[in-house]
């Protein structure tokens, strides 16, 4: 389950697209909003990857009959807005509003959600909310991976 749950998110991350189209070398910035938002120019690979590890870090596991980690209550997926059409003459179709969202339970059985919002052009902005208590741990657990990621903290203006 915990191969499925990798395979969703890099589906989401390859479907949102998020704020960045194509390949980034720069790991980018985020700025923390309160306890439950933050935006970031990190790119896409990154911004799956915190999901992950965010999911990782507080999800509820359990065990199959082999003894590997399985989290049922994992849902996840995107959306993306184009502009242009394919197969007309010109430029390609062009993604240019993105969204995705990863969902499970935490230890406690709790829901936490992540929600990640990109324009092409723009920060993304991603939400984090936990049910029965406050989205800083999420946000906390997002934000440690992507410092560890090499994204680094700026602060609000």
């Known amino acids: ?13 390859l479907t949102c697209g998020c704020a960045h189209m194509g390949a980034v070398r720069d790991k980018g910035t985020f700025t923390v ?8 120019t990190a790119p896409n690979e990154v911004l799956g ?4 590890e965010t ?8 065990k199959d009959s082999n003894g590997k980690n399985y989290d049922l209550s994992y849902g996840g997926g995107g959306q993306s807005w184009s ?13 240019v509003l993105t969204r995705g969202k990863s969902e499970f339970k935490d230890s406690d059985g709790h829901r936490i959600t992540i929600e990640a919002v990109g324009m092409k052009g723009a ?3 991603v939400f984090f909310s936990h049910e029965g208590s406050s989205p800083e741990t999420a946000l906390n657990a997002y934000i440690a991976s992507l410092q560890k990621q090499g994204v680094k903290k700026r602060d609000a203006n």
């Open 83 to 95: 502009v242009g059409k394919a197969g007309d003459p010109g430029p390609a179709k062009k993604v």
């Open 123 to 125: 920060p993304t902005i």
């Open 33 to 40: 909003y309160g306890a439950d938002a933050l935006s970031t």
């Open 1 to 13: 389950m915990k191969t499925l749950c990798l395979l969703t998110l890099a589906a989401l991350v």
């Open 49 to 52: 990857r915190a999901a992950w």
């Open 55 to 62: 999911h990782d870090a507080l999800a509820h596991w359990s």
